[in-house]
T-cell receptor, first 116, second 111 residues
């Protein structure tokens, strides 16, 4: 089954404790991206990657890091989480052909992160 | 960049028709998308418009007017399961082909 898998789905942590949210897709997609979704603010892009070893900042990259060592994986790293990073996070992927065509993104099920 | 505007919330009655509007301003237009997102779930792709006119897909239709910077999503024969957030997203000609999302419209369908 074609899917985008995120882990963990739910996490409560404390300020300053490094954490990683993993994202993996099995569709051989070149493009992967991380979004955060907050009430009243919609989906905002954090980082994206057009292919292996190529990453770029989105609209709200501060406080986050990413890496793209393999095509299927795109982890989101919070080196020192703060309460304002409490949010619902979505990973998404697309083939470049799909992105340039219909623009259809495939989303993971989301990771709800609470930073105390 | 883009400015995307859509109503925050709408309510409608089961069986009725509802139109969700989206206006946008972009430096160079290259496609408009609608996604559906049920509460606590991932967004799912509904439609794509790049040329003016109406695209129909079952009970859902999406309309685009590029000259007016305007789109709408039309939902017919509303069902309770249509209660969800509807996200309008726009892509410009910046080269990255990445859409920018609006804040979404929360649709509540009443019996």
């Amino acid at each position: 089954e074609a899917q985008v898998t995120q882990n963990p789905r739910y996490l409560i942590t404390v300020t300053g404790k490094k954490l990683t949210v993993t994202c993996s897709q099995n569709m051989n997609h070149e493009y992967m991206s991380w979004y955060r979704q907050d009430p009243g603010l919609g989906l905002r892009q954090i980082y994206y990657s057009m292919n292996v070893e190529v990453t770029d900042k989105g609209d709200v990259p501060e406080g986050y890091k990413v890496s793209r060592k393999e095509k299927r994986n795109f982890p989101l790293i919070l080196e020192s989480p703060s309460p304002n990073q409490t949010s619902l996070y979505f990973c998404a992927s697309a083939s470049l052909q799909g992105l340039e065509g219909t623009g259809e993104l495939f989303f993971g099920e989301g990771s709800r992160l609470t930073v105390l | 960049g883009q400015n995307i505007d859509q109503p925050t919330e709408m309510t409608a009655t089961e069986g009725a028709i509802v139109q969700i509007n989206c206006t946008y301003q972009t430096s160079g237009f290259n496609g408009l998308f609608w996604y559906q997102q049920h509460a606590g779930e991932a967004p799912t792709f509904l439609s794509y418009n790049v040329l003016d006119g109406l695209e129909e897909k079952g009970r859902f239709s999406s309309f685009l007017s590029r000259s007016k910077g305007y789109s709408y999503l039309l939902l017919k024969e509303l069902q309770m399961k249509d209660s969800a957030s509807y996200l309008c997203a726009v892509r410009d000609r910046g080269g990255s082909y990445i859409p920018t999302f609006g804040r979404g419209t929360s649709l509540i369908v009443h019996p």
